[in-house]
């Protein structure tokens, strides 16, 4: 009988361990924090965006058609770490930061603190390294305060937006800190973070309804913010340097346009000259197409096939001459040679001076192959040839 009253009191004991578990809804859930640096006052600023699950445990069936709350926290320090402590006393139900799934920093930030602030949130135990990182050269109050369309809450912007799980259209992808540290500390390469940008024009309910967009990237090379690349081409370099993504492409010769197509997920390899101490390289692209529309009617297949060749030869050389001006290697073809290429890059380490020049890039091949017509026709050339 003792033996069995042991045994209870033991099993009693074990379950009063978890008498200090709080409800889902006693808990103040931290999705994002967005960063900025006031100059005057030589402080960070720290937002905090909030979410509280009150609603949603209680909540069954439909969802409701009333606009969910968005929370707003702010405060003041000398770093991320003491503003955000002024905060716990003036939050109930207590922050919990273990579902931050977003950093958004500001241009202002990036441009003068890169450095410091990457390595404080790098070493904070309390974010997870997956969270997404994002730069904003908007008020960061305003760009939490944006919620998703048809009243859905904020977490359902671009400013949570997963990885995808099918071919992206004409858009950029986010990038995890994890992934986005791996470039920035790589001795060659370019990293970048996606921007994010308020638009107002593209949708309205009763007034205009404004949503977020990612337009471009901030550019970072050898742990130095370089530049911001605007949206058209940084769709084209996430197209071409990242898997799952097609573009909408326009056909045209001497400014008329002949045909709409979208360019498939390319392949691009680059090929390097053994014997350069520098990289010198060139670069071979492969891309299948769907014929959207065609306008020009008269187009032949090989005319076709022709301009998409040379429109895509027209964007990879107009990326990587622009990062070349801009000291940025944006294709990656140093981070590829430095590895194959040990003895060639202990040498260029001598050498601060930016590894690539116009000289580097001796061509761009393109091969283009066009898989659907969308039932369009095509009629024989004068040589007889579709």
């Known amino acids: 009988m003792a033996k069995v009253k042991a045994v209870i009191l033991s099993c009693v004991l074990f379950l009063t361990g978890c008498t200090g578990v709080k409800n889902i809804q006693d808990l103040t859930y931290i999705v994002a924090i967005g960063m900025d640096f006031d100059e005057a006052e030589n402080e960070y600023v720290v937002y905090l965006q909030g979410l509280n699950f009150a609603n949603v445990a209680k909540q069954e069936g439909a969802k409701s058609v009333d606009p969910v709350p968005i929370f707003i926290a702010t405060a003041r320090g000398e770093t991320m770490n003491l503003a955000v402590s002024k905060l716990y006393g003036k939050s109930e139900p207590p922050l919990y930061f273990g579902h931050v799934n977003t950093l958004l920093l500001t241009n202002r930030l990036i441009q003068s603190k890169s450095a410091e602030i990457l390595e404080e949130v790098g070493r904070n135990r309390s974010l997870r390294p997956t969270m997404k990182v994002l730069t904003t050269e908007e008020k960061i109050e305003e760009v939490l305060n944006i919620p998703a369309l048809f009243n859905y809450p904020a977490i359902y912007t671009v400013l949570f937006k997963e990885k995808l799980s099918q071919m992206a259209e004409n858009e950029l992808k986010a990038i995890t800190m994890m992934d986005f540290l791996r470039d920035y500390y790589e001795p060659m390469g370019t990293a970048k973070i996606p921007s994010v940008k308020i638009d107002e024009s593209s949708w309205k309910a009763d007034k205009d309804y404004p949503v977020l967009y990612l337009n471009g990237f901030s550019a970072f090379q050898h742990q130095e913010y370089k530049k911001d690349i605007p949206l058209e081409h940084a769709v084209i370099i996430n197209w071409l340097t990242e898997k799952g993504i097609s573009i909408d492409q326009r056909v045209e010769k001497d400014g008329k346009l002949l045909a709409a197509v979208k360019l498939g997920e390319p392949k691009m390899k680059i090929k390097y000259d053994e014997t350069a101490e520098m990289p010198k390289f060139s670069i071979e692209v492969s891309v299948s197409a769907d014929l959207l529309e065609k306008i020009q009617q008269d187009l032949t297949l ?54 690539l020049d116009r000289e580097s890039l001796t061509e761009v091949k393109v091969s283009a192959q066009i898989l659907h017509f969308n039932s369009y026709k095509f009629k024989p050339s004068v040589e007889g040839e579709l």
């Open 302 to 355: 090989k005319s076709l096939k022709k301009q998409i060749e040379e429109a895509v030869k027209a964007k990879v050389e107009a990326v990587y001459y622009e990062g070349l001006d801009n000291k940025l290697d944006i294709l990656n073809a140093g981070e590829k040679w430095y590895r194959k290429h040990p003895k060639q890059f202990q040498k260029l380490k001598e050498n601060p001076a930016f590894y």
